[in-house]
């Protein structure tokens, strides 16, 4: 099985500018989980996603927001781009488990975001 | 509040020596907990996690809820073990990961 694929790998935006990124899970995987991972601050939990509805949310600003496709995919959109916005934006997907919530995560490699 | 802590952010080891990596939640629920490494220029996987209680690569991890600690240990270190060790707590539908140590172990 193909792994967790996100695009574009690299990006460099302008401050006040707007970003989307990508994220395609495992096949079959209906649960995906975006995460923001800095220096400073270590990886945190953005929001989580389920058969295209949002199950969980982070302590994020409302500039961050997602969404999810009939097929899974999802994407990130990040508006009004702030310096601080730079990081690696990661993406997870779990497989189902019946009768629970599935915890285990499966990574993908990241969209590195620099904003300038 | 839900916390994860690693208190080390860089452990470094000889070839052969046990390695020790440190983790400590703060939780109220009952705890489901994960051990994450990232290898060099690679993705973030999942290493061992606390309900299968399997050895993974040599590497086990106990959950000792009295001192509400998930401490990550393997008896000999191997030079392939250097990398990025987070320890994650699954609370409220989502990972909270500790800040890392990184493993570097030496020839």
């Given amino acids: 099985k193909a792994g967790v694929t996100q695009t574009p790998r690299y990006l460099i935006k302008t401050r006040g500018q707007q970003v989307t990124l990508s994220c395609s899970p495992i096949s079959g995987h209906r649960s995906v989980s975006w995460y923001q991972q800095t220096p400073g601050q270590g990886l945190q939990f953005l929001f989580e996603y389920f058969s295209e509805t949002q199950r969980n949310k982070g302590n994020f600003p409302g500039r961050f927001s997602g969404r999810q496709f009939s097929n899974s995919r999802s994407e990130m959109n990040v508006s009004t781009l702030e310096l601080g916005d730079s990081a690696l934006y990661l993406c997870a997907s779990s497989p189902p488990v019946p009768g629970r919530l599935n915890t285990e995560a499966f990574f993908g490699q990241g969209t590195r975001l620099t904003v300038v | 509040?839900?916390?994860?802590?690693?208190?080390?952010?860089?452990?470094?080891?000889?070839?052969?020596?046990?390695?020790?990596?440190?983790?400590?939640?703060?939780?109220?629920?009952?705890?489901?907990?994960?051990?994450?490494?990232?290898?060099?220029?690679?993705?973030?996987?999942?290493?061992?996690?606390?309900?299968?209680?399997?050895?993974?690569?040599?590497?086990?991890?106990?959950?000792?809820k009295g001192e509400t600690s998930f401490h990550l240990k393997k008896p000999f270190a191997q030079e392939e073990d250097s990398a990025m060790y987070y320890c994650a707590l699954h609370a409220g539908g989502k990972l909270i990961f500790g800040q890392g140590t990184e493993l570097s172990v030496k020839p």
Avoid: M
């Fill in chain 2, 1 to 64: 509040a839900q916390r994860v802590t690693q208190p080390e952010k860089l452990l470094s080891v000889f070839k052969g020596a046990p390695v020790e990596l440190k983790c400590n939640y703060s939780y109220s629920g009952s705890p489901e907990l994960f051990w994450y490494v990232q290898y060099s220029r690679q993705r973030l996987q999942l290493l061992l996690r606390h309900i299968s209680r399997e050895s993974i690569k040599g590497f086990t991890a106990d959950l000792n």
